[in-house]
């Protein structure tokens, strides 16, 4: 199954992000899930958080919600909202590598 986390920073929480950014990154890459694409935003509007998007191929939902749990961005707070959701891609030139 394709699994998407879209996740909101709070932006009180930008010197947490900046002293956890390489545990985070060193997490998604030592993962043991497949992440098949993950990232941020381009920089956010006046007065939003920025978004990071991380779309991965598992088992079980489940699977995905516990490596995002352990994720150090959303065990330390950095982010002020965290969306899980099974995603069903039906049309693009990656989907025929999935």
Do not use: N
């Not at 890459?29 to 992440?35: D, E």
């Not at 779309?55 to 961005?73: C, K, M, N």
């Not at 707070?77 to 999935?98: C, H, K, N, R, T």
Request: no cysteine; hydrophobic share 45%; net charge negative.
């Amino acid at each position: 199954m394709i699994v998407a986390r879209y996740a909101i920073s709070d932006r009180g929480k930008a010197a947490e992000r900046s002293r956890l950014i390489e545990e985070h990154k060193a997490y998604l890459h030592g993962a043991a899930i497949r992440i098949l694409l993950s990232g941020p935003s381009a920089p956010p509007a006046e007065g939003k958080g920025s978004t990071a998007i991380v779309i991965a191929q598992v088992e079980t939902l489940a699977e995905f919600e516990a490596f995002s749990a352990g994720d150090p961005f959303v065990r330390s707070g950095v982010y002020a909202s965290v969306d899980i959701f099974e995603w069903q891609p039906s049309f693009g030139l990656l989907l025929e590598s999935l």
